[in-house]
């Protein structure tokens, strides 16, 4: 931008700067979510191996507890993060019920 303010030119570089930074935190979450899904798929094989039910709402409970309480702790809405837990919890008791065929 050759005829831009220098203002300007700081900004859009300030804004690169952090959208870098937003798809790189992307990128971790969409790893750090597969190796959760991994190991949540060895908890239904598992499970189902052992004839144990694909739900455990006690754990959940306990889990949803623990992320709002972290979630408080790093600034963050601990409702946003306990609709995300009970997404990613959706989503894997699905793949547990379907390891265990019901």
């Given at each position: 931008m050759p005829d831009a303010p220098a203002g300007d030119v700081a900004a859009l570089r300030e804004l690169s700067r952090?959208?870098?930074s937003i798809d790189n935190l992307d990128a971790a979450l969409v790893h750090l979510l597969a190796e959760r899904f991994k190991c949540t798929q060895q908890v239904g094989?598992?499970?189902?191996?052992?004839?144990?039910?694909?739900?455990d709402?006690?754990?959940e409970a306990?889990?949803?507890e623990r992320l709002r309480r972290l979630a408080a702790e790093?600034?963050?809405d601990p409702e946003f993060a306990e609709k995300?837990?009970?997404?990613?919890?959706?989503?894997?008791?699905r793949h547990h019920e379907a390891i265990a065929g019901t």
């Amino acid at each position: 931008m050759p005829d831009a303010p220098a203002g300007d030119v700081a900004a859009l570089r300030e804004l690169s700067r952090l959208r870098d930074s937003i798809d790189n935190l992307d990128a971790a979450l969409v790893h750090l979510l597969a190796e959760r899904f991994k190991c949540t798929q060895q908890v239904g094989q598992l499970k189902a191996e052992q004839g144990m039910p694909p739900a455990d709402p006690e754990r959940e409970a306990v889990q949803i507890e623990r992320l709002r309480r972290l979630a408080a702790e790093a600034k963050l809405d601990p409702e946003f993060a306990e609709k995300f837990l009970n997404f990613v919890v959706a989503e894997v008791l699905r793949h547990h019920e379907a390891i265990a065929g019901t």
